[in-house]
Every structure is written in C-alpha cells, then in structure tokens.
C-alpha cells in the first residue's frame, strides 16, 4: 500500500500524541518573523527563511501564515512565547531564550573587503595587514572582542547591534560605507556579509573567520525556535530538516549564504546533501 505525504507525517509524530495541544492552529504552519530584515524574512516573503518556511508548508501540507514582530529586544516574548506563532526559523544553538532543534546550517563571521584592496586574501583579524585599518563592526557582536584582542578597535567603525529593522540595517549601513572608502573592510555575520558581498556591483570578497585563535571562536550552528513545551513540533521539525537538507543547503547558498561542514570546510552547490 502507497503512502501519502501525510500518512508518513503522521506517522512521525508518536502515537497518542496531538499537535493541536502544542500548536496555534495545527492546519497552519505558523511562523514568528521580521517584517524588514533581509537576508533572513520581509513582509514580502523575500528572504531564505521565508523560503525554508515555504518549503516546510508544502511539505507538512499546511497554510502557511506569519507573526511579524521586529527582531529586537523582546521577539521571542511577543510572538513564540506569546503563542501568536509557532517556529522561529532561524535560531542559535545554545541560546535560551526558546528550545531549538537540530541545527541545519553551520556559519561564521565574515570578512568583507573590496577585490584588490590588499586585504581580499586576509583570513583572521590576526593579520597584520589589518592594523591602522578602518574596519566596520557591529557593537557587541563576538568579533568585536577579537579585533579588541588584536588592537583593531582604535581605528575601528562600529555599528549598532539592536536596531528597529523597520528603519534601519547596520549591514546594509556598513556595506554603503565599504563601497564608498568609508571603511576599508567590514565583519558582518556570514548571512549578512554573504547576501551583501553578492549583491554589490562589483562583488565584495568576503572570508568566513574560521582561523580565530584569539578571542571566541565565530563559528556558530543555527537551528530553528520553538517552546520548550512542544516536544512533538520538535521532534517533527528535525525529521523534516533532516529529509530536506539537499534542499535546504540550496536555498542557503542561493542567498549567498557561506555554508561550513564541521571541519570549517566550505559546502558549495556539489556538496548539497551534507548536513552541518
């Protein structure tokens, strides 16, 4: 006998358990996003989050529906934990704020400097190359401290870390700047640098930080968000990350999106099915 899509569903949510007790709306894949914060989501379901949650609508067989709250202090609160919605897409192993699952993606920080500045093959903040340099950060993000380690900071840019993102965007902010000569290069997370390093004419060389032996490592594994309650959702979302990596790494890589295995190699288009 042939299964349906939903049949196999079904039968990876343990028997006698009801997602209706931990979900919304269980006919609803109900998502907590950003209405303006590209790369990641916008109202117009532009970014690669909205794009996995598309995928994963399609494949659980649900409407797809979004609480948009701007990614600032109080997000999870206002939208998971408030029960307005039901997975944060994109979510950081070992933060506390919600629980999260499996990882499907692995990153880091990134270096981003114009081709033939001199500092295009620059790999870590260690380099000497980079001293005196005008560098863009984001205050209070992890390299911050790593460019403070290697006395980077003097000359430094920084950016703002919490920004209402209906108004503003450090990324798109520090870019504008790196395209003028403001700043000679710029560190940004690696979804921002990859998506903004992509789509500058010329394209920006961007290095992800994966050579740090100074300061804190800046490589960082993403899952998705959901409440520490809904075990089920949990279990059903990993098994759908797990039978959709291929898929999912291309959605990354086509927003730019610099891919690591765990030995902090590169995963490109030929390297699809492997998993963070």
């Not at 990153?107 to 870590?124: M, N």
């Not at 790196?178 to 394209?203: H, T």
């Not at 920006?204 to 800046?218: M, Q």
């Not at 809904?230 to 990596?245: A, F, P, T, V």
Request: proline fraction near 7%.
């Amino acid at each position: 006998m042939m299964l349906t899509p939903q049949d196999r569903l079904r039968a990876q949510v343990p028997e006698g358990t009801d997602l209706s007790i931990e979900l919304v709306d269980p006919k609803v894949l109900r998502v907590c996003a950003d209405p303006r914060n590209l790369p990641f989501s916008n109202e117009k379901a532009e970014g690669f989050e909205n794009k996995l949650a598309e995928l994963f609508a399609e494949k659980l067989q649900k409407k797809l529906d979004y609480m948009y709250f701007p990614q600032a202090t109080g997000f999870v609160k206002m939208t998971l934990g408030a029960h307005r919605c039901d997975v944060i897409m994109g979510f950081p192993q070992g933060d506390d704020l919600a629980q999260g699952t499996n990882p499907y993606y692995r990153t880091a920080y990134a270096l981003v400097a114009r081709s033939g500045s001199g500092l295009d093959d620059v790999t870590t903040l260690e380099d000497g190359r980079l001293k005196g340099k005008r560098i863009g950060i984001v205050a209070g993000t992890p390299p911050a401290t790593n460019m403070a380690v290697n006395g980077l900071m003097m000359n430094a840019r920084p950016y703002q870390l919490m920004v209402d993102t209906r108004l503003d965007s450090s990324a798109a902010a520090m870019i504008k700047d790196l395209m003028s000569g403001e700043i000679d290069a710029a560190v940004l997370w690696g979804p921002m640098a990859g998506y903004y390093a992509k789509q500058a004419n010329p394209p920006l060389h961007l290095t992800p930080l994966v050579k740090e032996t100074t300061g804190p490592r800046l490589v960082f594994r993403i899952g998705m968000g959901v409440r520490a309650a809904d075990q089920n959702w949990k279990r059903l979302l990993n098994r759908l990350i797990q039978e959709n990596q291929p898929a999912i790494n291309k959605i990354l890589l086509d927003f730019g999106v610099p891919l690591l295995d765990e030995n902090d190699r590169p995963i490109g288009t030929e390297t699809t099915a492997k998993r963070p």
